[in-house]
Each structure stands twice: as C-alpha cells, then as structure tokens.
C-alpha cells in the first residue's frame, strides 16, 4: 500500500520519457530568451555591484585579511566555503562572514536577506570563479556535525506532506517531472547547484542565493522555513555543496 509521500509524489510527478528528457517547462520563447542571457546575464550588474559595496570596506584585500588568509589564496579559499571560520568559532556561510566584517569595521551589517547582501555574496563568491569547490566536510569536528545535520536536515520529512529534500532528490525519483520542472541530481555535472549559486533567476528577475533557494523549496512543499544563517541552514548548504565537490564555480549563475 502506497504511504501518503508517495502517492502526493505520483499525484504530482510524471515521469521523464514522457518528455523525452526535455525540460518542458521552457517555451520556444523562454529557451531564446535564456541563450539570451547566458550571453548577458543580467545580475552581472549585481555582481559589479556587490564589488563597490565591499570596496567600501577595503574590498578583496581587506576581506582576505579579515579571514587571515593572502589575497593570492582567497579565491581557492573561497571555494571552500561553507567553512569552520575559527574568527567566529563556528560553520559560516559567506553572507556571516560578509556580516561579521562589516561589524569589525565598523559598519551596520546587512541584513541576509537583503538585495544588497546577495549582490555582495555573489562578488565575493565570484572571486573563486573557475576554481573547483573543495570544502573538506572531514576538516575539523565542526564541520563534521555540520555536515550530519545537514544531512540530517536533507532528509527529515516533515509539513503537512510529509516531504523532505531527499523526497524530490533521491536516485529514485532524479529525472522525474514536478511542475513542469525535470528533478535534478544536485551535484551532477551541468547541474552542480553550489557551484552556480547566487544565480539570476528568470522565473523572480532578481538574483538568488542557494539558502534563498531552499526558502523557496520550503515554502512550495509546505515546510515551515528554516531562517538563513540558521545552524540547520548553513549545515544544508554545506551537506548540498559537499555533491557539487569538484564542480568549477562559476557567478552568477543563470536559472529558470
């Protein structure tokens, strides 16, 4: 007898070879206007942007320092990110970093949720840009706990249908269609979500970081939605970042 997640999943999905592998969601006119703009991606601009808010704190070379790092390593560095930051004695993303910074200099930091935190993420995050993500999950004690929890999180059914990350990105169901949208191995080569977030995101016309991203998903499972910067949160993006291990990053990044 089928429980209540799999029938709401057979309700919603249909498989992919009755699309032939083609993602179907995307008109004639859509799929032109993304060629479009993968030549000019519009939250380029946001990254430029991001690149004078942080210059406005010594930019490239006083985030490098604030992190205890040489400017020459900091791309590599990045990449590493979600990372134990010992600074501030815990897992961080790249938005805390950016927060605890703009404290230390002096500077009312930003809320996460900002526009102008995302442009700053994605500027920082495009420093690593070409450089294989390596964060080390195995690094420290820390990271190991965050990476259980995120894990831990990944797969924790819960809201009224009783859904979990893993409900739409398990090997069994990647490939499949919800809402028009193929389910995507998150660290399959081409997809590699952490390597290509913060991304412009047609469907919003806004830029998007990947923690704004599990909001979304929350929100549309029915799942109460995990604050960004929580502990829950930054541990799911390092459990998501882990499976894009290897995966050249590349900002911003260009979304349905």
């Known amino acids: 007898m089928k429980t209540l997640v799999s029938i709401t999943l057979s309700a919603a999905l249909l498989t992919s070879a009755l699309v032939a592998g083609e993602q179907f969601a995307m008109s004639d006119k859509d799929r032109a206007m993304y060629a479009e703009l993968l030549e000019a991606n519009p939250a380029d601009i946001n990254v430029a942007s991001g690149e004078e808010l942080l210059s406005y704190m010594g930019g490239d070379a006083s985030l490098a320092k604030f992190l205890g790092v040489s400017e020459d390593d900091l791309p590599k560095y990045i990449a590493g990110f979600p990372r134990y930051v010992k600074k501030l004695d815990m897992v961080a993303g790249l938005d805390q970093v950016v927060q605890a910074m703009m404290a230390e200099n002096g500077h009312k930091p930003l809320p996460l949720k900002s526009g102008n935190m995302f442009d700053i993420v994605a500027y920082v995050k495009s420093i ?31 809201g009224r249908r009783g859904l979990s990350c893993l409900s739409c990105h398990s090997p069994d169901i990647i490939g499949s269609v919800l809402r028009t949208q193929p389910l995507p191995e998150l660290g399959a080569s081409g997809n590699a979500a952490a390597a290509t977030w913060p991304a412009y995101r047609m469907t919003k016309s806004s830029l998007r970081t990947l923690q704004r991203r599990f909001q979304g998903c929350m929100n549309n499972a029915l799942l109460a939605v995990i604050p960004l910067g929580s502990p829950e949160m930054v541990a799911l993006e390092v459990y998501v970042t882990d499976k894009s291990k290897g995966a050249q990053i590349a900002i911003p990044g260009l979304k349905r």
């Not at 420290?140 to 990944?154: C, D, R, T």
């Open 128 to 158: 690593a840009n070409d450089e294989p993500i390596n964060i080390d999950v195995n690094a420290n004690p820390q990271m190991k706990a965050a990476y259980a929890l995120g894990k831990e999180v990944f797969e924790t059914k819960r």
